[in-house]
């Protein structure tokens, strides 16, 4: 018997090792050999495309990418769902992918906070297109819940101290409540200056008395530092590629309707990272 098994695992086929090219290739020793025996190579296995449900729609997915290359999996499926697409989003994002190059990104150190300790709020300059083609400057404010990451989004013509605190008043109502602490940047209508800790910063008296009269703790982002603030940065890119991007709106106030439709989606939507 051992002898047998010593014969078959030093099998030659003239100079070349059955038992060696079974064991590389992973296939049985016979169809080596079948293989080996064929004069010629074998016929390749056709295998036929099945029709994909986005095929109608692929055309139009590359003609809106070459326009808009940022434009996202989520508005992209909008639009083709309103178009007649009853596929999944997991075949559009697939084919985006393969059509879009997206460089590799470097892991980050989270800075994460419990339900209710913090909110962080910011303005954003963005830009909208009318349905003529004209653009138009127009502000954003945002504010996003550190937790959960719900987030509310709110466009203005202005981004001095009444509108400020109007968008803060809007922001809590929406939410429900208010959280410990929101994070601000260092922006003239809430500090006069600047000062370590953020908390002995002087503070704008107006400001002074809306933060005492809701009760919260302003927190200040460190200046040069983007990622204090990277959870609203990342809100702020949301909305310009997600919402902003490839669409065209009539007014400030068309876009503020849409923006609601739009934000309530979204925030129904479970969180990639706090899955909230």
């Known amino acids: 018997m051992l002898h047998e098994q010593a014969s078959e695992q030093t099998e030659l086929y003239g100079k070349v090792n059955i038992s060696a090219l079974s064991r590389e290739t992973g296939y049985d020793r016979k169809t080596v050999r079948k293989y080996l025996d064929a004069e010629t190579k074998p016929p390749e296995q056709q295998h036929r495309n099945k029709p994909s449900k986005l095929d109608p729609y692929k055309e139009y997915i590359l003609n809106r990418l070459s326009v808009f290359p940022s434009l996202s999996c989520s508005s992209l499926l909008e639009e083709i769902e309103s178009m007649g697409f009853t596929g999944k989003r997991t075949i559009l994002g697939d084919y985006i992918h393969a059509h879009r190059p997206h460089p590799?990104?470097?892991?980050?150190?989270?800075y994460e906070t419990k339900p209710g300790i913090q909110s962080q709020v910011d303005w954003a300059d963005c830009r909208y297109n009318l349905p003529d083609g004209t653009i138009r400057k127009v502000y954003c404010f945002t504010m996003v819940l550190g937790y959960s990451r719900m987030r509310y989004v709110e466009f203005t013509r202005s981004t001095d101290q009444v509108t400020l605190l109007r968008c803060l008043q809007n922001g809590f109502e929406y939410f429900g409540g208010i959280t410990k602490e929101i994070l601000f940047d260092n922006i003239r209508t809430i500090v006069l200056k600047r000062n370590y800790p953020s908390s002995e910063s002087d503070f704008h008296p107006v400001f002074i008395d809306f933060r005492d009269h809701y009760g919260f703790i302003c927190r200040l982002c460190?200046?040069?530092?983007?990622?204090?603030?990277?959870?609203?940065?990342?809100?702020?890119h949301f909305v310009k590629y997600n919402f902003l991007y490839g669409k065209t709106f009539y007014s400030v106030d068309d876009l503020n309707n849409q923006a609601h439709v739009w934000i309530k989606k979204v925030n129904n939507l479970m969180h990639g990272t706090t899955h909230e």
């Open 104 to 110: 590799p990104s470097l892991p980050e150190w989270r």
């Open 222 to 236: 460190r200046p040069y530092r983007a990622k204090t603030k990277g959870k609203i940065e990342r809100v702020v």
